[in-house]
């Protein structure tokens, strides 16, 4: 904690200390509330209270993630259509609201010792939008010599055959087949990034008004992901086999996050310069690659002249569907 000290030649003639003692009430609520030693934090486990938020995530999880496999092949397209619409929405708010709102007072923490104006946040999340971009663009070049030509690139004694167009047509379907490769890759490693903190966010909270409220949200948030995040493995293609191991990999890492913060919570402290700025660097990076994956991966596609369904009614409830996601969020990160 910082103390204030008066030293000045101007201060020692006033013996009687009256200079220093006014300064010190005037400055005194400012500098006092800046307190860097963590002492405050009390630790309570909540065992039964965290052990009920880890399967219950753990249980919303896998129906989100798990459904399309069961359903999508079902004449349920509308409803998908709705259900992407809607969790782009979902994702796109949890990466500026719940995921940037959070890493931008930590890394603005006084107790970081970094500048306190500056917006470190904001730096690390438009670096990582642009790493998300690159990891894109470099997988689909890494895919490019499995990728067949476009119909574009062909000849036009290919185009006058209906047994080559017929061949063209399986060639766009496996380009979009890859394209989905590529988005769920990047999908996945934005939502692992961000779940892993989130998880020990609830692990290490001492207020059960705070893990109660974080559940909550969470179950939300999760199961809403899980199926945008499962709707992208199917169009991938995947086997049933990497389907199952993707999916899991998406449900363990929130439980994974609450049993690291249960573990370390006793000798956590908020306020150190490794606890604020790895999470605080983590949530920024992590809400770039959301904040991507919302608009590029989800929303855009979904909306896209492959995705969009003909009729306008749906069309217009499509967007509403997006707005009643993002807007569902943000309520959640103002209760929560």
């Known amino acids: 904690m910082h103390r204030i000290v008066c030293t000045s030649a101007a201060v020692q003639l006033l013996t009687n200390g009256a200079f220093c003692a006014g300064v010190a009430r005037f400055m005194g609520s400012a500098v006092e509330a800046i307190d860097c030693s963590g002492e405050g934090d009390l630790y309570e486990p909540l065992v039964g209270l965290r052990v009920g938020a880890l399967f219950g995530i753990l249980a919303v999880s896998s129906i989100g993630v798990f459904l399309p496999f069961f359903t999508y092949t079902a004449k349920l397209n509308k409803a998908y259509f709705l259900v992407r619409a809607f969790a782009g929405g979902v994702v796109l708010v949890t990466g500026f609201v719940h995921v940037l709102g959070d890493a931008i007072p930590l890394l603005s923490d006084p107790c970081l010792g970094l500048s306190t104006e500056f917006p470190w946040a904001l730096v690390f999340t438009s670096f990582a939008a642009m790493f998300a971009f690159t990891l894109e663009w470099s997988l689909t070049q890494y895919f490019k010599h499995k990728l067949p030509s476009s119909t574009a690139d062909s000849s036009p004694d290919e185009l006058e055959s209906g047994l080559d167009m017929q061949v063209l047509d399986d060639k766009q379907l496996e380009r979009r087949r890859l394209r989905y490769v590529v988005i769920s890759t990047t999908f996945e490693a934005g939502v692992i990034f961000h779940s892993i903190f989130i ?28 199926l945008a995040l499962g709707v992208t493995f199917v169009k991938a293609e995947y086997s049933v086999l990497k389907y199952c191991f993707l999916g899991l990999l998406f449900l363990v890492v929130t439980p994974v996050g609450i049993a690291i913060g249960m573990g370390v919570g006793n000798s956590y402290q908020s306020k150190s310069k490794v606890a604020l700025g790895f999470e605080g660097a983590f949530n920024s990076l992590s809400a770039g690659i959301l904040i991507y994956n919302g608009l590029v991966d989800l929303i855009v596609p979904t909306f896209g002249p492959e995705e969009l369904p003909v009729q306008s009614w749906l069309q217009g409830l499509g967007l509403i569907f997006m707005f009643a996601g993002g807007a569902v969020m943000s309520l959640i990160a103002k209760w929560a």
């Open 199 to 226: 998880g020990i966010t609830i692990g290490i909270s001492s207020s059960a008004d705070t893990v109660r409220s974080l559940m909550i949200a969470l179950m939300f948030h999760q199961a809403c992901e899980g």
